[in-house]
């Protein structure tokens, strides 16, 4: 999640700032126990995390490069992109080559490369970060992106190479919580979400989600305890005990598989900053398909709507209400329609039953990426304070499940 920003280039670089949010959670246990192993619901082979994504025939194949970018700060990672770049640009001076690194991703670290005017053409470098083919199938990842790109749904891909991609920069201005508020981009943005979701990518295979498959992976893969006194403390005292997570996936699994939500080819992973606005060409692009993979349509919506919140200073407050909402919906199930070849009318019972099932999905997402976080807390080596976004995202899922599990689904 969240491993590319794609703010201007030409932006001052900050280092992110750790998320402030001190809301107290569900206690997982008394900060002086330790915890047992955990017992995950089961162990998923690598075959059966497959999404069934399909590249189509004649699609072309993405070069593999065999040289590794150090994640070590410049000059560290000068010379293994310098490396990758005498592929893809042999005409650009390595002298005149300016690199800029991008400090507001929390998975990845992003590398934009460029020579003289930098809206010409820029070559973004992403370096996976530590651990992270823990939580990323990154065969599937190519494979999306491949999908996604014959259809005129993602940057072009350049190359892959031992630890990690390299890619097109997509001009424009990455969204901030304000922007996805206003109805002129988010109509767009629905749309755009509508496409993807009518894309067919399973070469005649009936799609299944393996959200639930992901979720009981990562959480056989949380950790138990934090060598640090003070942070173990914390994750001991603030974090729901294995047992409880145990008990909400399975009743998620139960609840949410029979709303009767589609399974389409989604994003996963669409915060503000995944989408790029271009005011000239009136139209939106969504970057970073790690996570992407067939699932329910309702996540993927309701997990963009809890990124409403942001990211490094969450505020739940910022989760749209029912009548932004309703309107978004509208305008998604209309793209939809017309993408499917339906035309383009919509019912107020059609809106009210995605409204109910997005907003019930959206308890989900807060559940995978506070497992994510969790994984992250433990291995990744970015300044981010991954166990306090855990906790939040907690916090908000059992907040949210006594809200939403009032609705119901119209007759």
């Avoid at 017992?39 to 059966?48: D, I, K, L, T, W």
């Avoid at 390595?94 to 800029?100: D, F, K, R, S, Y």
């Avoid at 989900?364 to 080596?381: D, N, P, R």
Wanted: glycine content about 6%; proline content about 6%; overall charge negative.
């Amino acid at each position: 999640m969240i491993s590319v920003i794609h703010s201007s280039i030409i932006g001052s670089i900050q280092e992110p700032e750790a998320s402030k949010n001190s809301c107290r959670l569900r206690r997982g246990g008394d900060a002086s126990e330790s915890r047992p192993p955990l017992s995950a619901p089961c162990r998923v082979p690598p075959a059966a995390m497959s999404n069934y994504i399909h590249v189509p025939p004649g699609s072309p194949e993405v070069p593999k490069l065999d040289i590794t970018v150090s994640e070590r700060e410049a000059p560290g990672y000068r010379q293994g992109a310098l490396q990758l770049l005498r592929r893809l640009r042999p005409h650009w001076r390595p002298e005149e080559v300016t690199l800029q690194l991008f400090t507001d991703g929390i998975t990845n670290k992003l590398i934009g490369c460029y020579v003289g005017d930098i809206t010409d053409d820029v070559v973004l470098v992403r370096i996976y970060g530590n651990k992270t083919e823990l939580l990323v199938d990154r065969d599937e990842e190519v494979k999306s992106f491949r999908v996604l790109q014959a259809h005129g749904c993602a940057p072009q891909l350049y190359c892959t190479f031992n630890n990690g991609l390299c890619y097109e920069f997509m001009q424009g201005e990455a969204l901030d919580p304000e922007h996805v508020c206003n109805p002129d981009i988010f109509r767009l943005i629905a749309r755009q979400l509508a496409k993807i979701h009518t894309i067919h990518a399973h070469n005649g295979w009936i799609p299944k989600s393996n959200l639930w498959l992901k979720m009981g992976k990562y959480f056989s893969l949380i950790p138990t305890e934090f060598a640090d006194e003070e942070v173990n403390k914390r994750f001991l005292r603030d974090i729901p005990s294995p047992q409880v997570l145990q008990e909400e996936m399975a009743w998620m699994k139960e609840r949410l598989s029979n709303l009767g939500s589609p399974v389409v080819l989604c994003h996963n992973d669409l915060l503000c900053k995944n989408i790029i606005y271009n005011k000239k060409r009136g139209d939106v692009q969504f970057i970073d398909y790690e996570y992407s993979g067939y699932n329910y349509l309702a996540y993927d919506i309701g997990n963009h709507f809890n990124e409403f919140a942001g990211v490094n200073e969450v505020d739940y407050s910022l989760y749209p209400n029912r009548k932004l909402q309703e309107q978004w919906l509208r305008s998604y199930l209309e793209a939809y329609k017309e993408y499917k070849g339906f035309g383009t009318e919509v019912s107020e019972k059609e809106v009210e039953v995605l409204y109910v099932q997005v907003n019930q999905f959206a308890l989900a997402s807060h559940f995978f990426w506070g497992l994510w976080a969790l994984i992250q807390a433990k291995y990744s080596t970015i300044d981010f304070d991954f166990l306090g976004y855990a906790i939040v995202r907690f916090n908000q899922y059992f907040k949210m499940k006594l809200e939403v599990m009032t609705l119901t689904l119209p007759e």
